[in-house]
């Protein structure tokens, strides 16, 4: 199940626990593979840019702004609750979440300055 903006209720429900958790497990779009467990993430809204999807060597330069600036996250607040995410070498104070089996990104977002705050855009990946 894929996420689109501008959703109907019902489709978040779907996806989001009265508690504001993940109801189902978070995969990689691409290969499949499982970035979160169910119930280990909290739905944020935040507006957050990420650069367009590409393998991980050709996030780490910085140098395409090509990508959408999305709102609806998942809110990760240890890096060790993921299944299975990689990140990009340092953009600024920046670190992007990438897919660690297919390295396909990002489908997320890490700030430096707050080492509790690990974004998943839903958009990103699908639900299971």
Known sequence: MLWRRGEP??????????????????????????VLQPGTALFSRRQLFL???????????GGNPDGDLLQEHWLVND?????????????????????????IGPIGWHCLDDKNSF????ERVSHE
């Not at 109801?23 to 290969?31: D, E, G, I, S, W």
């Not at 367009?52 to 996030?59: E, F, I, V």
């Open 9 to 34: 209720a019902e489709l978040q429900n779907q996806l989001v626990s009265a508690e504001g958790r993940n109801r189902k497990a978070v995969l990689c779009q691409r290969c499949g593979s499982r």
């Open 51 to 61: 650069p367009s999807m590409r393998k991980k060597p050709a996030l780490a330069d």
């Open 79 to 103: 890096m060790f609750i993921f299944e299975n995410v990689g990140f990009t070498k340092d953009v600024g104070n920046i670190k992007f979440l990438v897919c660690a089996d297919c390295e």
């Open 119 to 122: 974004y998943v855009a839903l």
